[in-house]
């Protein structure tokens, strides 16, 4: 009896066991898929040659949907009509149906590049390429090489490199309305590229950063890069291509009247030598002055006296280029003076304290400007108008850490209707030398002189430059704890600037060399480096 009653508590552990066991829980489900789509079948086949159909079906092992399939995916040659593809959603199959009318005798490649994934843990199928050609067999040249830029130390990505075949009907303005004959994109930041499937031949060899991305060359809006002379396939040359953005060619704008005495003369490209004159018969006593939008490419023309007429014509001159236009003359207000400083606050060293003016400047009063110091001393000032941009300029001598208050008296500055300011006040301050870092520059294999060496921050505005005529160190001063890009541009036509290139004259723009690794500038410290240019 004993020994039964000991195997109850041992027959009651052994239900609870089971009990236990069916407890509710979350199954782990095993590993996370990591395995990207895999192909069942094609119907055609890849690499299929004598392509005659309109309809191509990809199907894999499980289901798939299309990620930025507009970004990623490069159809080469390129189609006037875009081809349907699906899924929309989630699918099994992959299907391309071509609207376009194919080329004879022409590889076609469809690179998908990221945009095919996985339906459940988004597995990227990279870089798949369906090929078909529409002959007897499929091109299978190849052309590498790089894209840079010729302003920025690492190219824009993407950028678009293709090749224009070169035949009999083949003239350069083919690339400002013609689709290229083979497309391509750079890989990344490198700018490495690989156009693939290309049959033998001559073709010219360009890459365009686009802002449509329609495959055509939009100097307004494009960057562009070329070889000057046409490539041969097969090669087993590698090509360098320098991005840049041409000048448009000058264009006058339509000019409109913004004030009872005021017009604007809008304009695109350059223009050294811009000049306006009247052809309408005007008053005796009419004159007139004109100065530069210190922002966008305007010239803002004053007149009086105001004119009692319907319109104005003008003759404007750039150059040989000679425009005859227009203005119908509204009744609108007089403008008053109104002076603003261009920049307030901290003011280096070095800097000059700027006004602006809405109405042309004629003349000032240095008497009626007093620079005074925190002491309450007057400080010496010199005045100057900058006609060019319509700004009076006041240097004075200034110490670190000091602030300023720069005063103008009622008349100090008469406008071209000889009104004058108000009293006018404006603060300024300076920092300590040790807040900034200096930099000393040497350079090393110079091939020829001019140049112009700059220092641009991370948005590449320049922050200073300096001129060299011949190999001396470079000392920059004042400069604000940052990251700097330091670069070397050849001044080859000796203008003072640097100059971009032109297409269709196959120039190219001049060198721009950038230093190895950013520069870091920190304050009270002082950096000695040596540029070894290659």
């Given amino acids: 009896m004993k020994h039964r009653l000991l195997y109850i508590p041992i027959a009651f552990l052994f239900i609870l066991s089971f009990v236990d066991c069916a407890k509710k829980g979350t199954p782990s489900g095993g590993p996370r898929d990591t395995i990207p789509p895999i192909i069942v079948r094609s119907s055609p086949e890849n690499y299929s040659t004598n392509f005659t159909g309109d309809e191509i079906e990809i199907r894999f092992d499980e289901y798939i949907k299309l990620k930025d399939l507009t970004k990623e995916l490069i159809i080469s040659p390129p189609m006037k009509y875009a081809p349907i593809i699906t899924p929309l959603n989630t699918s099994k199959t992959l299907k391309i149906k071509l609207i376009d009318t194919l080329k004879p005798n022409t590889t076609y490649s469809f690179n998908f590049g990221k945009s095919i994934v996985d339906n459940n843990e988004g597995n990227q199928f990279e870089y798949f390429k369906y090929i078909f050609s529409t002959g007897s067999y499929i091109d299978s040249l190849k052309l590498t090489g790089k894209v840079k830029d010729a302003q920025l130390i690492a190219p824009e990505i993407p950028t678009t490199v293709m090749l224009y075949e070169a035949g009999e009907t083949f003239n350069d303005s083919l690339v400002f309305t013609e689709k290229p004959t083979y497309i391509t994109v750079t890989k990344d930041s490198t700018g490495t590229f690989e156009l693939t499937n290309l049959k033998e031949g001559n073709y010219l060899l360009l890459a365009l950063k686009e802002k449509n991305n329609d495959y055509t060359f939009q100097p307004k809006n494009d960057k562009i890069g070329f070889v000057k002379q046409l490539i041969t396939l097969p090669t087993d040359s590698s090509y360098t291509l320098t991005l840049f953005k041409e000048i448009s060619d000058y264009k006058l704008a339509r000019p409109s009247q913004v004030g009872k005495n005021h017009i604007v003369f809008g304009y695109e490209g350059r223009t050294d030598s811009l000049d306006i004159k009247v052809l309408s018969e005007v008053p005796q006593d009419y004159v007139s002055t004109v100065f530069k939008d210190e922002k966008t490419d305007t010239l803002h023309y004053w007149f009086k006296p105001a004119v009692e007429t319907d319109s104005l014509i003008f003759k404007v001159t750039n150059r040989n280029e000679i425009d005859t236009t227009t203005i119908r003359m509204r009744e609108l207000y007089n403008d008053s003076l109104k002076i603003s400083a261009v920049k307030t606050g901290i003011l280096k060293l070095k800097d000059t304290f700027k006004l602006r003016a809405n109405m042309p400047l004629v003349s000032f009063d240095a008497e009626k400007f007093q ?27 200034k110490k670190e850490e000091q602030s300023y208050s720069i ?35 040497a350079l090393i294999n110079v091939n020829q002189f001019p140049v112009i060496v700059e220092m641009v921050d991370s948005k590449y505005n320049i922050v200073t430059e300096a001129y060299l005529t011949e190999n001396k160190n470079v000392f920059f001063d004042e400069l604000s704890p940052d990251k700097y890009f330091l670069r070397i541009i050849y001044d080859t036509n000796h203008n003072g600037r640097w100059d971009t290139g032109n297409f269709l004259n196959r120039m190219e723009p001049e060198k721009i060399i950038y230093y ?16 070894t240019l290659k």
Wanted: charged share 25%; glycine share 2%; net charge negative.
């Fill in 516 to 531: 190895p690794k950013q520069i870091e500038v920190r304050a009270n410290w002082s950096l000695n480096e040596t540029f």
């Fill in 407 to 441: 005063e103008l008296l009622p008349g100090a500055l008469t406008d071209f209707f000889e009104k004058t300011n108000d009293t006018l006040q404006y603060s300024v301050n300076t920092r300590l030398a040790s807040d900034y870092g200096t930099l000393n520059l």
């Fill in 371 to 397: 620079v005074m110091a925190k002491d309450s001393s007057l400080v010496e000032a010199t005045i100057r108008l900058n006609k060019e941009y319509n700004w009076a300029e006041v240097y004075f001598p």
